[in-house]
């Protein structure tokens, strides 16, 4: 950015209201009734510009005196103050047809300025030299009083009669784009090089209209700049080292010669304007980085990372910095790059005030920057220290011990075996069995999840619907109409679902994992125990196939299910299902359980047998096992004499 020019008085404008005649009535003093004069607000067009052409306005005195009086209004969406539609006279019907067959010669010159912006071609103009001029420091950078002159000066070169009339304009950068029309725009054009509040204008066509925000053009002044920048880059730079050298920038006479050090402009600007141009000479990131690894601010006077926070913005993988020779007094100053500059192995902060202010500043620096391995020439850290905690951070899978199924009576092994068959099958009867009244079922979809690279991702349009993911659905009243109770519900549900494929369970037993252990507390549906029942809760994962509806392809899936299982009522199926949970993800292979050892090995077949032979819980039967130094027989003997102190809840309840 070119230094600002000093800033003066705004530049007044030399009459009061712009396309209005200079004879404007004044209001009447008198005392009795006057009509109320009506104020407009500035037009902005449909694109959000300011739009200069004139409002559209009825004589009163024309307006026949049967008949309410009727104002032209501009093209566009017409707003009512009464339900009553208006009738179109005959004339006004055959203008309008006229207009849409393209047959404009019969139209009046009245109809005409009303659709004028659709029918008369445009010119647009740039105008450069407005961020040079005194006007800048205006109230809204001076653009009103460049256009007042403009218009002013266009129509006094000729000494034309009409009024010259800028529809719209916009600010770009250096430049001011405005749309007239064709005719206007030729009058413009020959203000091209007259003076405005003290700076010259350049006018000159803009075939490719007004560009977007993101390509605005530099003026001539800015690229100069920029040119010069670049070479002092360019002078500075070190190819073999990659070292970006801006060391002591206010002794470079270039810099100097450019003013960078006098008048309004600041070595802030400074910074900013050469990390700009730093950040167009890379195309990606990665060849930013490749480039520069090394920078040296050093000898600058400055105080505070603030001055210089471009920097970390442009280059935030910088691996070496070099701020000695500042004037960084204390910890504050250098507190905005706390939680950046991620990679910086080396720092220098020799000749500082900080050494002496603050002596014990490295202890803190060392926890800002996490691979930091030299400070001010004393090594903070080694790389075996830095690769080891970049090896902790990373987060690690949760190791698989495999499956804990501790059933009951073989219960939860003939539930999962006659679920998985029948669901696939006949999911009527299946409810039917399994459910009653009370069960309640639900479906998750999780869309976010992990997936196997080689599976093409499947659809949800089958399922989501029905789903009742937490994080996705947060109202309570959305939550409980999508959770199923009683086996109706369940059944109409379960037929909306996809048909599917379960891997067969006792054949390939290696693509699922089942946790089934004890529960108590379950409600009876006898109603004869008021604390409770025992029951078992099982978790299955594993996968599926499923089909499309209508189609026939089909669809690998994962998927997650939780049972609650307890006692059947009296007079129905011995187990039912309390609470059903059915979660679904993209397909990804289940994780390898983590071996047991051989050392373990025993100690679980002795838990297992000692639970087989007792009917005591695990967690007892481990406690017994425990006490008797794990000797099996010691154990089942301990058992045998002390059966009978044992509290109920040390045995399992058979359902």
């Not at 009535?25 to 510009?49: E, F, N, W």
């Not at 902790?392 to 190791?399: D, V």
């Amino acid at each position: 950015m070119a230094p600002m020019g000093p800033k003066k008085g705004a530049i007044g404008n030399n009459r009061g209201t712009r396309n209005t005649p200079a004879s404007t009535s004044k209001a009447s003093t008198r005392g009795g009734i006057s009509k109320r004069q009506s104020t407009r607000a500035a037009k902005i067009d449909r694109d959000g510009d300011f739009s200069m052409e004139p409002s559209v306005t009825t004589n009163s005195s024309q307006s026949h005196p049967r008949r309410p009086k009727t104002v032209a209004a501009p093209p566009g969406p017409i707003t009512r103050s009464s339900t009553r539609n208006p009738r179109p006279t005959a004339k006004a019907q055959q203008i309008i047809q006229r207009v849409i067959n393209g047959d404009t010669s019969q139209v009046s010159s009245r109809t005409r300025g009303s659709l004028r912006d659709n029918i008369v071609p445009t010119v647009t103009l740039k105008v450069e030299g407005l961020k040079a001029s005194r006007a800048a420091s205006n109230q809204g950078g001076g653009l009103k009083e460049l256009l007042v002159f403009l218009e002013r000066k266009a129509q006094s070169i000729e000494q034309i009669q009409r009024h010259i009339r800028i529809r719209k304009s916009q600010m770009r950068g250096d430049f001011v784009y405005i749309t007239a029309s064709k005719e206007d725009a030729q009058e413009i054009l020959k203000v091209n090089n007259f003076t405005f509040a003290g700076a010259a204008l350049h006018i000159t066509e803009a075939p490719e209209g007004i560009p977007n925000r993101d390509s605005t053009p530099l003026s001539s002044t800015a690229l100069e700049i920029k040119e010069q920048l670049r070479g002092v880059l360019s002078s500075r730079y070190d190819v073999n080292s990659k070292l970006l050298d801006l060391s002591t920038l206010g002794e470079d006479p270039c810099l100097n010669q450019m003013g960078f050090f006098s008048g309004e402009s600041t070595p802030e600007k400074l910074f900013r304007a050469l990390m700009a141009v730093c950040d167009g000479l890379f195309k990606t990131a990665q060849a930013k980085r490749d480039a520069v690894v090394s920078i040296s601010l050093a000898g600058n006077n400055v105080d505070d990372v603030v001055q210089v926070m471009a920097l970390a913005d442009t280059f935030p993988d910088i691996a070496n910095l070099d701020l000695s020779r500042n004037q960084f007094k204390d910890l504050k100053a250098l507190q905005k790059w706390r939680h950046r500059l991620r990679s910086l192995e080396t720092l220098l902060l020799n000749d500082n005030p900080i050494e002496i202010a603050s002596p014990n500043y490295k202890a803190e620096m060392v926890t800002w920057f996490p691979k930091l391995l030299n400070l001010s020439g004393t090594q903070v850290r080694t790389p075996e220290q830095v690769a080891a905690a970049v090896a902790a951070s990373r987060p690690k899978p949760i190791p698989q011990s495999g499956p804990d199924f501790r059933d009951i009576g073989g219960v939860g092994e003939s539930f999962v075996t006659d679920f998985l068959s029948m669901y696939d099958t006949d999911r009527r009867s299946l409810a039917a069995k399994y459910y009653d009244e009370q069960s309640t079922f639900s479906i998750a979809i999780n869309t976010q999840s992990p997936h196997a690279p080689n599976v093409p991702l499947p659809t949800w349009g089958s399922y989501i619907r029905f789903s009742r993911n937490h994080t996705k659905i947060n109202h309570p009243p959305a939550r409980q109409q999508r959770l199923f109770t009683g086996v109706n519900q369940i059944q109409a549900l379960w037929q909306q679902l996809p048909p599917t494929h379960h891997p067969n369970l006792p054949t390939q037993l290696d693509k699922y994992l089942v946790d089934c252990h004890p529960i108590h507390g379950l409600a009876d549906p006898a109603g004869h125990n008021p604390q409770g029942v025992d029951g078992m809760i099982m978790t299955i994962h594993g996968e599926f196939e499923d089909q499309e509806p209508g189609t026939t392809k089909t669809a690998k899936r994962s998927f997650s299910r939780t049972f609650v299982l307890g006692p059947g009522a009296p007079g129905r199926n011995p187990v039912r299902v309390v609470s059903d949970m059915l979660s679904l993800q993209a397909f990804k292979h289940i994780p390898t359980p983590k071996q047991t050892t051989a050392e373990n090995q025993p100690k679980e077949q002795m838990l297992l047998e000692l639970c087989k032979q007792t009917r005591m819980t695990p967690e007892y039967s481990r406690f017994c096992l425990d006490g008797a130094n794990w000797n099996y027989d010691q154990a089942l003997a301990s058992f045998h004499e002390k059966k009978a102190q044992l509290p109920p809840e040390a045995f399992v309840t058979v359902m």
